[in-house]
C-alpha cells in the first residue's frame, strides 16, 4: 500500500482528474512531488498508452514504496471512453496492439 489509505488516495485522484477537467495546471503540478517522474505518451489512433513511476513514502514507517505503472485511455469525440490500469508499458502496448514498440 503506497502512503496514505486508500479514501486518501483516491480523493488525491480525483482531485488531479479535476483540475486536468478544468484546465488547472497549477492545481494539478500542486498535488505532484518535486521530484515526479514523467514518461512521454504513446499514441495509437483513438488510444494513449502513458507510462510513468510512482514513489510514496509511508507516512507512519517512513518505507519508501515505488512501481512502474502503466495505464492506456480510449478516447471518442474528445473524452475519455475507457480507462485500464496495467502492470507494465509492455502489457499497456499490448492492449493497443503495438507490443513491437516495448
Same mark, same amino acid.
Given at each position: 500500500?503506497?502512503?496514505?489509505? =486508500?479514501?486518501?488516495?483516491?480523493?488525491?485522484?480525483?482531485? /488531479?482528474?479535476?483540475?486536468?477537467? +478544468? %484546465? @488547472?495546471?497549477?492545481?494539478?503540478?500542486?498535488?505532484?512531488?518535486?521530484?515526479?517522474?514523467?514518461?512521454?505518451?504513446?499514441?495509437?489512433?483513438?488510444?494513449? =498508452?502513458?507510462?510513468?513511476?510512482?514513489?510514496?513514502?509511508? +507516512?507512519?514507517?517512513? =518505507?519508501?514504496? /515505488?512501481?512502474? @505503472?502503466?495505464? =492506456?485511455?480510449?478516447? +471518442?469525440?474528445?473524452?475519455?471512453?475507457?480507462?485500464?490500469?496495467?502492470?507494465? +508499458?509492455?502489457? /499497456?502496448?499490448?492492449?493497443? %496492439?503495438?507490443?513491437?514498440?516495448?
Amino acid at each position: 500500500m503506497l502512503a496514505g489509505d =486508500v479514501g486518501e488516495i483516491l480523493e488525491l485522484a480525483r482531485q /488531479a482528474i479535476a483540475c486536468v477537467n +478544468r %484546465g @488547472d495546471d497549477e492545481g494539478l503540478a500542486a498535488l505532484m512531488a518535486d521530484d515526479v517522474k514523467c514518461f512521454p505518451y504513446v499514441a495509437a489512433g483513438e488510444y494513449v =498508452v502513458i507510462s510513468g513511476r510512482t514513489v510514496a513514502r509511508g +507516512r507512519g514507517s517512513g =518505507v519508501e514504496v /515505488a512501481s512502474d @505503472d502503466a495505464w =492506456v485511455i480510449r478516447f +471518442r469525440d474528445g473524452e475519455a471512453i475507457e480507462y485500464r490500469e496495467c502492470e507494465t +508499458r509492455q502489457e /499497456a502496448l499490448q492492449v493497443v %496492439g503495438l507490443s513491437q514498440y516495448g
